[in-house]
């Protein structure tokens, strides 16, 4: 998931080089909220003392 955050903000940051502003600003909501969402699973799994399953 932090992967897929990283690649939303890397399209947003060219996007943004290129003068995309609309789709810039899609792809850097996109990368937060993925972001957001990694970062309370990661929480979650460290007061549970779970590991998420192996891909």
Known sequence: MLSWAAVFFI???????????GIAAASTGIAKILFLVFLVMFVIFLITGRRPPKV
């Open 11 to 21: 399209l947003a940051i060219v996007a943004g080089l290129l003068g995309f502003t």
